[in-house]
Nanobody, 115 residues
Framework: QVQLVESGGGLVQAGGSRRLSCAAS????????MAWYRQAPGKQRELVAA???????NYADSVKGRFTISRDNAKDTVYLQLNSLKPEDTAVYYC?????????WGQGTQVTVSS
């Protein structure tokens, strides 16, 4: 059974940092592109950052220069380092694993940024 388990969310002050982790099981992790999405209240889920199996990365314009995605294939884990956080970064952050037409989602972790 495939599981993606996010952790690292919480309450942080504006300007602060947080590191999110997503541990995968039940898949050959190194074969999958991984991504972080987020969904704020009343808004659609949006792509935040993605990393391919070959470790190429891309970011939403709103987080470029502040967030960094990385992966550790030995630990079957993808990370999202959040720096210089803003109140508008408040959302539930979801981990996604994708290969071809197959993708999996985690349950999400809440990040709340106070002003």
């Amino acid at each position: 059974q495939v599981q993606l388990v996010e952790s690292g969310g919480g309450l942080v002050q504006a300007g602060g940092s947080r590191r999110l982790s997503c541990a995968a099981s039940g898949i050959i992790f190194s074969f999958y592109a991984m991504a972080w999405y987020r969904q704020a209240p009343g808004k659609q889920r949006e792509l935040v950052a993605a990393i391919t199996a070959g470790k190429n990365t891309n970011y939403a314009d709103s987080v470029k220069g502040r967030f960094t995605i990385s992966r550790d294939n030995a630990k079957d884990t993808v990370y999202l380092q959040l720096n210089s956080l803003k109140p508008e970064d408040t959302a539930v952050y979801y981990c996604n694993a994708k290969r071809g037409n197959t993708d999996y989602w985690g349950q999400g972790t809440q990040v709340t940024v106070s002003s």
